[in-house]
């Protein structure tokens, strides 16, 4: 009996140009959106998903044949997939639209579906959701209109010797969870999932020679036009300053006061 030819995995890692993590949100003067003219990186919920796809490859049980990573975004979203090619993904996919085009999770997913029926990707790694919208419902969305299987809120993963199947432990409610699915599969990471390689220099310097595909919605027959419309952001209300009690008592008190109790 012949033994079974490893299979070789094509992973696909969307990675989204948000907000810097560590800036202060700022609401913008229309009332309507954020204020955008300030640093922005690679989503970090997107760099677990990069560092995990790259992990793979690196483990001799996983026979990993490419990884591209893909952005939807601005022509400044090219750092974004330089940063990921960096830390080690093979090839770059980059979908342009204008500054400040919103563009929404259904649109996002849409637009992941072509990308993937054409380039006939295996696996999807991606952040469960990005900092700056926190919608969190892309990877569902897409499983959804691949009709493929998903495992969210990994926290592990692991693929067989075959690259046949794959174990994914995801976080729940007081505990873990393990799932097993065959490929093709959708995965969204969790924070405790890695921790994000830095890219030396060198590998930044063997990015820019790597090979990035570029493309207008148009191209790809997608349209980017909302379904929503955003009709207020507000900052939260300021916390009011504490005050200190002398015993107890008081604390009760205070707080029949405040009707809490």
Same mark, same amino acid.
């Given at each position: 009996?012949r033994?079974?030819v490893?299979?070789?995995?094509n992973i696909?890692v969307?990675?989204?140009?948000?907000?810097?993590?560590?800036?202060?949100i700022?609401v913008?003067s229309?009332g309507?959106s954020?204020?955008?003219?300030?640093?922005h990186s690679?989503? /970090?919920f997107?760099?677990?998903?990069?560092?995990?796809a790259i992990?793979l490859?690196?483990?001799?049980?996983?026979k990993?044949d490419?990884?591209?990573?893909?952005?939807?975004?601005?022509?400044k979203a090219?750092?974004?997939i330089r940063t990921a090619?960096?830390?080690?993904?093979?090839t770059?996919i980059h979908?342009?639209?204008p500054?400040n085009t919103v563009?929404?999770?259904?649109?996002?997913?849409?637009?992941?579906k072509k990308?993937?029926?054409d380039?006939?990707?295996?696996?999807?790694?991606?952040g469960k959701?990005?900092?700056?919208?926190d919608?969190g419902s892309t990877?569902?969305?897409l499983a959804?209109l691949l009709?493929?299987?998903q495992?969210s809120f990994?926290?592990?993963?692991?693929?067989?010797q075959d690259?046949?199947k794959?174990?994914?432990?995801r976080e729940i409610?007081?505990g873990?969870?393990?799932?097993?699915?065959?490929?093709?599969l959708?995965?969204?990471?969790?924070?405790?999932l890695?921790?994000p390689r830095y890219a030396?220099l060198?590998?930044?310097?063997?990015?820019?020679k790597?090979?990035?595909?570029t493309?207008?919605?148009?191209?790809l027959?997608?349209d980017f036009? /909302?379904r929503f419309e955003?009709?207020s952001v507000?900052e939260?209300?300021?916390?009011q300053?504490?005050?200190?009690?002398?015993?107890?008592d008081?604390?009760v008190s205070k707080?029949?006061?405040?009707?809490?109790?």
């Amino acid at each position: 009996m012949r033994p079974t030819v490893p299979r070789l995995v094509n992973i696909l890692v969307p990675v989204k140009r948000s907000i810097d993590y560590a800036v202060k949100i700022r609401v913008a003067s229309d009332g309507k959106s954020v204020d955008t003219n300030v640093k922005h990186s690679m989503n /970090p919920f997107d760099e677990i998903a990069v560092e995990e796809a790259i992990r793979l490859r690196e483990k001799k049980s996983t026979k990993v044949d490419n990884i591209t990573a893909i952005s939807i975004g601005p022509t400044k979203a090219v750092d974004t997939i330089r940063t990921a090619l960096a830390m080690g993904a093979d090839t770059g996919i980059h979908i342009i639209v204008p500054e400040n085009t919103v563009v929404e999770p259904i649109s996002v997913a849409n637009a992941l579906k072509k990308i993937i029926q054409d380039k006939k990707f295996d696996l999807v790694i991606m952040g469960k959701q990005a900092i700056d919208d926190d919608s969190g419902s892309t990877g569902g969305m897409l499983a959804g209109l691949l009709n493929w299987s998903q495992g969210s809120f990994a926290s592990k993963l692991d693929i067989n010797q075959d690259g046949s199947k794959i174990e994914v432990t995801r976080e729940i409610d007081g505990g873990l969870e393990k799932i097993e699915s065959k490929l093709p599969l959708i995965v969204t990471t969790d924070l405790r999932l890695n921790e994000p390689r830095y890219a030396s220099l060198p590998n930044i310097m063997k990015a820019k020679k790597k090979k990035i595909e570029t493309f207008k919605p148009e191209d790809l027959g997608l349209d980017f036009t /909302p379904r929503f419309e955003t009709i207020s952001v507000s900052e939260p209300q300021k916390r009011q300053g504490g005050g200190k009690v002398e015993s107890v008592d008081e604390l009760v008190s205070k707080m029949k006061e405040a009707g809490v109790i």
